[in-house]
Nanobody, 124 residues
Framework: QVQLVESGGGLVQAGGSLRLSCAAS????????MGWFRQAPGKEREFVAA????????NSADSVKGRFTVSRDNAKNTVYLQMNILKSEDTAVYYC?????????????????WGQGTQVTVFS
């Protein structure tokens, strides 16, 4: 069983930076594609970024491309989301998710494990 715990969320001024962490339990972390999703009030959960098990390939949504970077440290069973040049529209609850496959996916229902979420609030 895989458990995911996000941390690092908080309140940040527009233009600032924040790094989210997702600590995973489980012995097969390195074989999982890890994704970051976010959900703002009244909106559907949307894909943010994903990284393949090896860490060699990443994908990100157009809305965050060039600003957010996903990375992972398999030795620490941790995936990160570095968030730079934050905007008010980035305000949401951010979730990390694990997919038991090497294949990239941006669809929430294709992920098997989810963290509890961490709130990111960007103010102007």
């Amino acid at each position: 069983q895989v458990q995911l715990v996000e941390s690092g969320g908080g309140l940040v001024q527009a233009g600032g930076s924040l790094r989210l962490s997702c600590a995973a339990s489980g012995r097969t972390f390195s074989s999982y594609t890890m994704g970051w999703f976010r959900q703002a009030p009244g909106k559907e959960r949307e894909f943010v970024a994903a990284i393949w098990g090896s860490g060699g390939s990443t994908n990100s949504a157009d809305s965050v491309k060039g600003r957010f970077t996903v990375s992972r440290d398999n030795a620490k069973n941790t995936v990160y989301l570095q968030m730079n040049i934050l905007k008010s529209e980035d305000t949401a609850v951010y979730y990390c998710a694990g997919r038991g496959s090497v294949v990239y996916s941006r669809l929430p229902y294709e992920y098997d494990y989810w963290g509890q979420g961490t709130q990111v609030t960007v103010f102007s």
